[in-house]
């Protein structure tokens, strides 16, 4: 097929939900991608927080061609060897908690808030935060505080209650004896980059405590060494009743995780929450070269030395020009806060081959491989500062 062919295909065949990009990718290797006419591009949002590892991390591969030609798939009814090892795993790195598997983010915090309703008994509110993102299915995209994604939905899903991120008031105001938990990004990525405060996390978890309240963490984006640790919540001196997980811990493959502490682990029962593909074994082998990678190949300790350089970089173009307002994130979670649109910024970086990405309108957002390079982020500061001084500078 040639590129028109591509498109034309698209438009026919495919529903029209997302926002196209008029390139097609054919190969990807570390930080590049290379397109259908062998043009080259640095990938600074690869696979949209999926891409921790770059493209095509050659243990993956590795785990993947090992595995599909042995056991492709099985039933969560019979037993498996990847898929008890990566639970193993991930509860080794996290809490006492035992985990259950989906395909992805919406369906982990879909689970989170059926157990929270389950463990309620009766109590069944959720607090979520305003600009937060959970996903698109029913609930959490009623979980959601972004009107935007919500309208044309409506009626939404009973019983939840978004409130201002960062303000213990406003989820104090909020609590009745109806609610049964508080969910949320510790950095909301599509919300704009906004990072939580210390005191409101540590408040939260008070509060959740004192009124046996379940404190569910989104650690959808945030998660698998994104923030510079392997979680996010290690940063904020707090463990989660519930984490969720998905995006870069299957190395590119779909999958979805909850952690739940463990005491509270068992209030779901055998036939009350199920997903035919989760942990299959191919995507648990997967998953578990993933964490494997990150530990072998010390991508922690790079991430939080590469996050020093890129935000010092990203503060020297502050400091250049006047349309940056603010630089901000986490570990390999930036947001470089605009007062302008950023969507030409954008173009103009993909035309020059670096792939970034805007969010809330005004927000780029770079969240570059773990092992990226000075090089590499060297480059793309180039591409963006350029960019920046076409479009709109002073
Ligand atoms: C924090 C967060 N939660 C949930 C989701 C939904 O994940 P998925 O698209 O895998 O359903 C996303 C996706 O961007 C996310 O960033």
């Given at each position: 097929m040639n590129k028109e062919e591509i498109f034309d295909s698209y438009k026919e065949n495919i529903m029209p939900t997302y926002t196209k990009v008029p390139l097609v990718f054919v190969k990807g290797k570390g930080s590049r991608l290379w397109d259908i006419h062998s043009k080259a591009y640095l990938d600074f949002f690869p696979g949209w927080g999926v891409g921790n590892l770059g493209h095509c991390h050659p243990k993956v591969v590795q785990a993947v061609r090992d595995q599909v030609s042995k056991l492709i798939f099985i039933p969560n009814n019979y037993y498996q060897i990847p898929q008890a090892k990566l639970a193993k795993e991930l509860v080794y790195w996290t809490y006492p908690a035992k985990v259950f598997f989906c395909n992805s983010g919406a369906e982990a915090n879909e689970g989170a808030i059926k157990l929270s309703r389950k463990y309620g008994q009766g109590r069944y509110e959720i607090i979520t935060f305003d600009d937060s993102f959970h996903g698109r299915t029913l609930a959490t995209l009623t979980a959601t505080g972004q009107k935007k994604y919500q309208e044309g939905f409506q009626p939404l899903v009973e019983g939840f209650k978004t409130v201002k991120f960062n303000d213990i008031n406003a989820v104090k105001n909020a609590i009745t004896d109806k609610t049964v938990a508080v969910m949320l990004e510790l950095v909301q990525g599509e919300g704009g980059v906004n990072v939580a405060d210390k005191d409101f996390v540590l408040g939260l978890r008070k509060i959740c405590d004192e009124r046996k309240m379940l404190l569910i963490i989104?650690?959808?984006?945030?998660?698998?060494?994104?923030?510079?640790?392997?979680?996010?919540?290690?940063?904020?001196?707090?463990?989660?009743?519930?984490?969720?997980?998905?995006?870069a811990l299957g190395g590119g493959l779909p999958?979805?995780?909850?952690?739940?502490?463990?005491?509270?682990?068992?209030?779901?029962?055998?036939?009350?929450?199920?997903?035919?593909?989760?942990?299959?074994?191919?995507?648990?082998?997967?998953?578990?070269?993933?964490?494997?990678?990150?530990?072998?190949?010390?991508?922690?300790?790079?991430?939080?030395?590469?996050?020093?350089?890129?935000?010092?970089?990203?503060?020297?173009?502050?400091?250049?020009?006047?349309?940056?307002?603010?630089?901000?994130?986490?570990?390999?979670?930036?947001?470089?806060?605009?007062?302008?649109?950023?969507?030409?910024?954008?173009?103009?970086?993909?035309?020059?081959?670096?792939?970034?990405?805007?969010?809330?309108?005004?927000?780029?957002?770079?969240?570059?491989?773990?092992?990226?390079?000075?090089?590499e982020i060297d480059k793309a500061i180039t591409i963006l500062d350029t960019a920046i001084s076409l479009v709109g500078s002073s």
């Open positions: 989104d650690e959808v984006q945030t998660g698998i060494g994104r923030t510079g640790k392997l979680f996010c919540y290690q940063h904020f001196g707090i463990t989660p009743d519930i984490m969720t997980l998905a995006k999958i979805g995780v909850m952690v739940v502490r463990k005491d509270i682990a068992d209030t779901l029962q055998p036939g009350m929450h199920a997903s035919t593909f989760g942990g299959g074994p191919v995507i648990s082998k997967a998953a578990l070269a993933v964490l494997t990678a990150i530990q072998k190949e010390k991508l922690l300790a790079n991430a939080s030395k590469m996050s020093e350089y890129l935000f010092a970089k990203l503060n020297e173009l502050k400091n250049k020009y006047s349309t940056i307002k603010e630089v901000r994130g986490l570990g390999l979670m930036a947001g470089v806060q605009l007062s302008i649109p950023g969507k030409a910024i954008v173009e103009k970086c993909t035309e020059s081959g670096l792939l970034i990405n805007c969010t809330h309108d005004t927000v780029l957002r770079l969240m570059p491989a773990l092992n990226i390079t000075k090089k």
